[in-house]
């Protein structure tokens, strides 16, 4: 290994921490191993990044600190197994393996090059994964309305309809799709709102789905991890809607 000497900053803050080379071994091919093992030092990887913006000035506030470490630890995840293919090995230490990524991380976002990048794709990255989950729950909704015609199932249906006109009434929607939910208005009102929250509920269980496709590295059991993802691709309108998203995701605290 090259450059990024031992340093005491470093050496305080990982004092203590262990680490089973199984474990790396694993991360080297395995993403939900390498999600496992940065989890298990992000704490202290942040806390060391507060520390080297500071001291070098490369960040103007504590709003732009927060985000250099959310950019610096995105360019950590991308650049670690890289890393570890051609480095690890007997004889090395794994802090000291990430003590060097983690240098070379700041060092690619503090070229403005790489900064400027990485603010130009974001939205674009992000408006694209948005669409793709999307693109799958709808698709996976349609599939299971058509396996499902002869029980009368309409949810892709009223939940398409529902997402292109946001503004109709019930009544006006049921009177748009045609639909014949009831005698009295109330009952067709009631009827259209069921078929709604079933419809909800089903395509929040394929935006999981969806992103666990997207997403490899996603464990079920990581509601954190998911909400995360959810917030940042836009997409936690539609989880809130579905009583298994605000189950699986503990949820039942949130507002609509």
């Known amino acids: 290994m090259h450059g990024y000497g031992h340093n005491s900053q470093w050496s305080d803050r990982l004092a203590g921490m262990k680490t089973l080379r199984t474990l790396v071994h694993q991360a080297m091919s395995e993403k939900a191993a390498r999600k496992r093992l940065l989890r298990d030092y992000e704490d202290q990887v942040s806390d ?29 995840r991308t650049r670690l197994p890289e890393k570890l293919s051609t480095e690890w090995g007997p004889g090395v230490r794994f802090r000291d393996l990430l003590r060097e ?43 299971f309305e058509e396996s499902k015609q002869e029980r009368g199932s309409r949810a892709f ?17 049921s009177e748009r799709l045609g639909l014949h939910l009831g005698g009295a ?29 997207r997403f490899p590295a996603a464990e ?18 539609y989880a809130l809607r579905s009583p298994y998203c605000r189950s699986l995701l503990d949820l039942d605290g949130e507002e609509l």
């Not at 249906?157 to 009434?169: D, S, Y």
């Not at 009827?191 to 079933?198: G, M, P, Y």
């Open 48 to 76: 060391y990044l507060r520390h080297v913006l500071n001291q070098q000035k490369l960040i103007p506030d504590e709003a732009g600190e927060s985000q250099a470490i959310d950019a610096i630890l995105a360019e950590l």
């Open 101 to 143: 990524a983690v240098h070379e991380a700041i060092f690619t976002w503090s070229c403005p090059a790489a900064r400027e990048r990485l603010c130009r794709d974001l939205p674009a990255w992000v408006s694209k994964e948005r669409q793709a989950v999307l693109d799958y729950a709808w698709d996976r909704l349609r599939v």
């Open 157 to 173: 249906t009223v939940l398409k309809a529902r997402e292109e006109n946001p503004g109709l009434t019930l009544i006006e929607l």
């Open 185 to 213: 208005d109330g009952d067709a009102t009631s009827s259209l709102r069921k078929a709604l929250s079933r419809a909800s509920d089903r395509f929040g269980r394929y935006l999981i789905e969806g992103i666990t496709e």
């Open 220 to 237: 079920e059991d990581d509601e954190a991890y998911y909400r995360d993802l959810l917030e940042d691709l836009g997409l936690m309108d």
